[in-house]
């Protein structure tokens, strides 16, 4: 299990941008493929960011429509979600989970609490 907290969201204009940020306890960090997901209100919860352990792979869900980029610091035991020309249909609490293969379900062994991300038009 890793801990991870996330943080970065808040209240945005559409059109905007954010950086979410998501810190893990683990000196395996860089063993993981890690993760961002995401639950608007009354959904399910849903994939947007997967990078493998290297930085060598990145996939994204269809949605992002290259408005988002995943990236890591394994030094810093760190990964990021630049999330650029927010919707209001972004509006969410993101999730970063942490896992031992890149996967685009929710087959991850450790989750944070998430940060509330709402874009307003």
């Known amino acids: 299990q890793v801990q991870l907290v996330e943080s970065g969201g808040g209240l945005v204009q559409a059109g905007g941008s954010l950086r979410l940020s998501c810190a893990a306890s683990?000196?395996?960090?860089?063993?993981?493929?890690m993760a961002w997901f995401r639950q608007a209100p009354g959904k399910q919860r849903e994939f947007v960011a997967v990078?493998?352990?290297?930085?060598?792979?990145?996939r994204y869900a269809d949605f992002v429509e290259g408005r988002f980029t995943i990236s890591r610091d394994n030094a810093k035991n760190t990964v990021y979600l630049q999330m650029n020309s927010l919707k209001p249909e972004d509006t969410a609490v993101y999730y970063c989970a942490a896992g031992a293969v890149v996967s685009t379900t929710e087959n991850y062994h450790s989750w944070g609490q998430g940060t509330q991300v709402t874009v307003f038009s």
């Open positions: 990078v493998s352990w290297n930085n060598d792979m990145t």
């Open positions: 683990a000196r395996a960090f860089s063993n993981y493929a």
